[in-house]
């Protein structure tokens, strides 16, 4: 289904057509992806997902899971009840840079891995056709913004163009930095479901 150029696929829930928790069929737009080398393959983001969904105890502490938990607040409210089955399932959600960044977190991609990973973004947009498309971080926006012709619409959202088709995109802070739920909840919730 993916070309070379989408080397990490995207996960899509099976509820992403028709989503149960969402107004609109939702892209969500992560940066980038760390694992040691020997993880990196093309199941990486899917697998993620999978082990989130699948996980309890401690899940909400670590890693991915942690990820998933700060994502789910931001969206629908610091006390969600939703769990990773809700949000997963209906959403579908990959990393724009699609090079191994490095083996953790906070290693920032080059300006080369941005500019080859455009490629796939475009796929990507054309084969799910998203309705809203939530992308997560300000660096990742703005180099979103960059590649993809657009016109803003305000200081969170734009309007993409990619192969003649517009899609409406909106930014919040990533959720593995210092998120503000106070701030950027009603940002997300006016934005995906209004």
């Given at each position: 289904?993916?070309?070379?150029?989408?080397?990490?696929?995207?996960w899509?829930?099976?509820?992403?057509?028709?989503?149960?928790?969402?107004?609109?069929r939702?892209?969500?737009?992560?940066?980038?992806?760390?694992?040691?080398?020997?993880?990196?393959?093309?199941?990486?983001?899917?697998?993620?997902?999978?082990?989130?969904?699948?996980t309890?105890?401690?899940?909400?502490?670590v890693?991915?899971?942690?990820?998933?938990?700060?994502?789910?607040?931001?969206?629908?409210?610091?006390h969600?009840?939703?769990?990773?089955?809700?949000?997963?399932?209906?959403?579908?959600?990959?990393?724009?840079?699609?090079?191994?960044?490095?083996?953790?977190?906070?290693?920032?991609?080059?300006?080369?891995?941005?500019?080859e990973?455009?490629?796939?973004?475009?796929?990507?947009?054309?084969?799910?056709?998203?309705?809203?498309?939530?992308?997560?971080?300000?660096?990742?926006?703005e180099?979103?913004?960059?590649?993809?012709?657009?016109?803003?619409?305000?200081?969170?959202?734009?309007?993409?163009?990619?192969?003649?088709?517009?899609?409406?995109?909106?930014?919040?802070?990533?959720?593995?930095?210092?998120?503000?739920?106070?701030?950027?909840?009603p940002?997300?919730?006016?934005?995906?479901?209004?």
């Amino acid at each position: 289904m993916w070309s070379d150029a989408v080397a990490v696929h995207p996960w899509v829930g099976n509820l992403y057509p028709s989503p149960l928790h969402f107004k609109y069929r939702t892209l969500i737009v992560g940066e980038s992806n760390y694992t040691t080398p020997d993880k990196y393959k093309s199941s990486l983001v899917i697998d993620c997902v999978l082990d989130d969904m699948s996980t309890s105890g401690d899940r909400d502490t670590v890693g991915f899971c942690r990820f998933s938990t700060k994502l789910r607040r931001v969206i629908w409210g610091r006390h969600e009840s939703f769990g990773p089955l809700g949000l997963w399932n209906s959403v579908a959600f990959y990393n724009f840079v699609q090079p191994l960044v490095g083996d953790r977190a906070r290693i920032r991609p080059t300006d080369e891995m941005w500019n080859e990973s455009t490629a796939a973004f475009v796929e990507v947009m054309q084969t799910l056709n998203p309705v809203r498309v939530l992308v997560l971080g300000k660096a990742n926006w703005e180099n979103l913004l960059r590649s993809v012709p657009h016109k803003k619409i305000g200081p969170y959202i734009a309007e993409l163009e990619v192969a003649s088709t517009s899609f409406r995109a909106g930014f919040i802070n990533h959720p593995s930095s210092s998120l503000s739920y106070t701030t950027w909840h009603p940002i997300a919730k006016t934005f995906l479901f209004a």
